[in-house]
């Protein structure tokens, strides 16, 4: 076997701690028969969601196909059945953290939120009372302040740095400097007049490991602000009550789950999901008993109640914790399996999996921070590494980081994770619903956060670099099952992709004579309409031309009841106006829509239905009324169609849709494109249902180099299938054809026949070019998005094309042929 060198430099480092070399499996065997899923991809979502093993799902399959298990609400065997593998659940749950059953209860749940939310509804807020915690929280322990807010409470986040105690330097004993920020209270006088006196209750909210960076916080902070916070708070009204701690152990569970023998919080929320990838949708609230005793709930349900009678103000709760909080029917399927997920930590031991992982994470953040630029600068900036010796013992299985270009501007964590997808690698960007950590390290004020939100950015979009700054991050995590090969095949990636090195001298070669003299001459080869909107268009010899382009290209479009339009490819518009979804539809590239002209019809096939369907193009004002509509940064007026095209379209796209007919749009005020290629719509024209401008126009000869590179990389073992594209794949309006590829690029306007033409950059290409249909089905892959990056990527964009618009002339009855000749002015 050929030795592989760079496996052998992190062995020598890591080797005692990676694989799993004590375990009935180790690493190697464990990936080859446990998840052949992951051929050829690197997985890096595990703190998003970790993956189930095939003998996981296989045993929990075995066990519901030879075991009867009933309603828990009964007293028939199977019903018993179901009580005793949910108390054996509940034991290995409390195990799990080393919790006594004498101390703690398990509340499960629909998830790790839903405990957080049982916390916040159920806590005995008061005036008096405080919800203090870290800026590095989830947004779902963000939510339980408005149930403070609301219960008349102060909130406030805070910053924790771990300080040395020069007085007891040798006590073993942890202390912290709690740094608090603004304070937040609603309607104070409003709960004082009213409030009866008694004890007060405060709630502190940290996570054991942050889902941004990380960092794992000491746990001695439970033991601190139970003991100790009252002699920091003495001059504040917060040092009075009683203060109870409530652990996030969502993301840290999966490699250190908190020992609550030893720091005994109040409340811990888990997520099973999160710890062996199967099933999902359950979670649960680990509480101590007395802590139990103070949460008031106030709704009652089936399996709640020892009895209650319907027409008078009467019920009985059961006395039982779990029984008390666990509302309706528990997901008792879910519960019992997960004894076949703890079974497979048990076997390799958590000790042994938080080894493995985090060597494996040690190792890329170090190779990450080697990484320079030929001018020697730093490619990443990491996250939290700062911190962790002051505040954390140790960093989870977590890198978060960005990148830089060689000049210091910032390489979009969206062109990252768009990339990322396309070299096999699954990683995760934003803020990772952690929107304090986000703000924290990435240095963003109040200000930068709210003008963001007030240009349009929202959670999941694609505005990834703001005012010079990032929005979010990038974020690759281990998991038991990652390997060597995950991280290697991640860091190949950056560094092809992201690192400038020195340039390689070319020889030159001098151009001769002839081939100086020879003048290239373009002409157009095919012109297609694409009628509607996502769907398949039809070519023409000649077709006329008008203010918003070729006569109805894109002048219809599918929308769903709930006002989503319907496409081919997912995507999100955040507009000057609103902010719209699309619905992923890949299907609706076997409608073909054509136009007869003579006749002024819209025909329309689909292999759904049997019928085609005729439109007639002349507009009836009877159907319906004309209404405006709202997309991208345009304001159309649109009609709708008839209940039987409705129907038709329905059936065709397998859910319930309208077609939408544009009459007339009218240009509406946006932020002006700037000179990068595809990155905003041309909004000073005239302009169908159109992603960005009137038309697309793509090269031959740049398809053909393009089909060369393919065939290239296939021939130098690349494990995707052989791909041959046309210009088709593109779904372009204009092709033509001459000189050299990607002459387009080059142009400023252009001239075809009489009609001229500007040019607005180039195309940004999405994931749809990667898909194909064959006998009805719709096929993906990376091809050609893949090697088109490789090569063709500008400031986060992969462009191949160019988009244009047309100079309308003041001559009516323009018209553009298929071999007319194409004249271009260069930028």
């Known amino acids: 076997m050929a030795i592989d060198p760079e496996k052998e430099e992190f062995l020598r480092e890591f ?40 003998s996981q799902m296989e045993a929990i399959f075995k066990d519901f196909n030879s075991t009867i298990y009933g309603n828990p609400h009964s007293q028939s065997d199977c019903s018993v059945t179901t009580s005793n593998i949910v ?186 999901y999160k710890l062996f990838g199967y099933p999902t949708g359950l979670g649960a609230l680990i509480v101590q008993n007395e802590a139990a005793k103070l949460m008031k709930k106030t709704y009652f349900s089936g399996g709640t109640v020892a009895a209650s009678i319907a027409d008078i103000d009467f019920f009985k709760r059961r006395e039982g914790v779990e029984e008390y909080f666990e509302d309706g029917t528990i997901s008792f399927l879910s519960i019992a399996s997960l004894h076949h997920g703890f ?21 890329v953040r170090n190779k990450l921070l080697d990484l320079r630029h030929a001018n020697g600068h730093h490619v990443c900036t990491l996250y939290g590494l700062r911190d962790s010796e002051v505040l954390c013992n140790k960093m989870g299985p977590t890198v978060s980081f960005n990148l830089r270009r060689p000049e210091g501007s910032w390489f979009g964590y969206r062109e990252v994770e768009k990339l990322a997808s396309l070299s096999g690698v699954q990683l995760r960007t934003g803020c990772f619903c952690n929107p304090g950590a986000c703000a924290k390290y990435l240095g963003l004020s109040h200000s930068d956060l709210l003008s963001n939100v007030e240009a349009g950015h929202i959670c999941w979009d694609d505005r990834d670099i703001m005012n010079g700054k990032p929005t979010g991050a990038v974020r690759v995590s281990f998991g038991y099952m990652s390997t060597f090969g995950d991280a290697r095949k991640f860091l190949r990636f950056i560094e092809n992709g992201f690192v400038v090195l020195p340039p390689v001298a070319r020889a030159i070669h001098p151009v001769t004579e002839d081939a100086d003299k020879a003048i290239a001459r373009y002409f157009l080869k095919s012109i297609t309409i ?43 518009v955040t507009s000057c106006i609103q902010i719209l979804g699309f619905i992923q539809v890949p299907d609706m590239c076997y409608i073909t829509a054509s136009i007869d002209l003579n006749l002024e019809i819209l025909c329309v096939e689909s292999p759904r239905c049997k019928e085609k369907l005729q439109i007639k ?145 180039g195309c940004n290409r999405c994931q749809m070019i990667n898909m194909t249909s064959s006998s009805g089905e719709v096929h993906r892959s990376n091809e050609p998005l893949a090697t088109l990056a490789s090569y063709r990527r ?5 462009c191949f094309g160019i988009l244009l618009r047309y100079e309308d002339s003041t001559e009516h009855g323009a018209w553009l042929h298929v071999g007319q000749e194409i004249y271009a002015n260069v930028h």
């Open 343 to 363: 079974k497979i930590l048990n076997a390799l031991t958590m000790t042994a999996i938080s080894r493995h992982a985090s060597s494996l994470a040690t190792y």
């Open 530 to 572: 694409y009628p509607i909107k996502s769907c398949a268009g039809f070519s023409v010899e000649s077709w006329p031309l008008t203010r918003t382009g070729l006569l109805h290209d894109r002048e219809w479009l599918l929308k769903s009841l709930n006002g989503e339009i319907l496409t081919q490819k997912k995507v999100t």
């Open 87 to 272: 108390d054996d659940a509940r034991r290995q749950v409390l195990n799990f953290f080393n919790a006594s059953p004498r101390e703690y209860k398990c509340i499960f749940t629909s998830g790790a939120t839903a405990a957080l939310k049982l916390v916040g509804e159920t806590f005995p807020w008061s005036s008096q009372s405080t919800f203090m915690y870290t800026m590095e929280n989830h947004n779902s322990v963000l939510g339980i302040r408005e149930y403070a807010l609301n219960g008349g409470a102060a909130a406030f986040s805070v910053d924790v740095e771990e300080v040395v105690d020069h007085d007891q330097p040798d006590s073993g004993k942890s202390a912290f400097k709690i740094i608090p920020h603004q304070e937040q209270r609603r309607s104070e006088h409003r709960f004082l007049k009213k409030e009866a006196t008694g004890d007060t209750y405060n709630l502190f909210a940290f996570p054991s490991e942050c889902n941004f960076s990380g960092l794992r916080f000491n746990l001695d902070l439970v033991n601190f602000m139970k003991e100790d916070l009252s002699e920091m708070f003495e001059s504040s009204t917060h040092h009075r009550g009683n203060w109870m701690v409530i652990i996030d152990a969502a993301k840290g569970s999966t490699t250190a789950p908190p020992d609550l023998s030893k720091y005994k919080a109040d409340f811990v929320v888990v997520s099973f």
């Open 794 to 798: 500008v400031k986060g964009k992969i």
């Open 617 to 761: 193009l002349k507009s009836d004002p009877t159907i319906s009324e004309k209404e405006e509509m709202k997309i991208y940064s345009q304001r159309y007026e649109v009609q709708a169609s008839s209940d039987e095209v409705d129907n038709w379209f329905s059936k065709a796209v397998g859910r319930h849709c309208t077609l939408i007919r544009n009459t007339g749009s009218q240009s509406h005020s946006c932020p002006i494109r700037d000179k990068s290629p595809g990155i905003c719509r041309d909004i000073a024209t005239s302009l169908n249902f159109v992603n960005e401008a009137q038309f697309l126009l793509i090269s031959e000869e740049s398809v053909a180099d393009l089909n060369n590179r393919l065939r290239s990389k296939l021939q130098n073992g690349s494990h995707e299938p052989p791909t041959e594209v046309t210009s088709m794949r593109f779904r372009p309006n204009l092709v033509m054809s001459g000189g050299k590829p990607y002459i387009e690029d080059e142009w400023r306007n252009l001239k075809i026949g009489d009609n001229y033409f500007s040019s607005l950059g």
């Open 15 to 54: 080797g005692e701690d990676y694989g799993y070399p004590n375990a009935p499996k180790n690493i190697d065997e464990l990936r080859a028969t446990e998840f052949k899923r992951l051929d050829d991809v690197a997985y890096l979502d595990h703190a998003g969601a970790t993956l189930y093993s095939e």
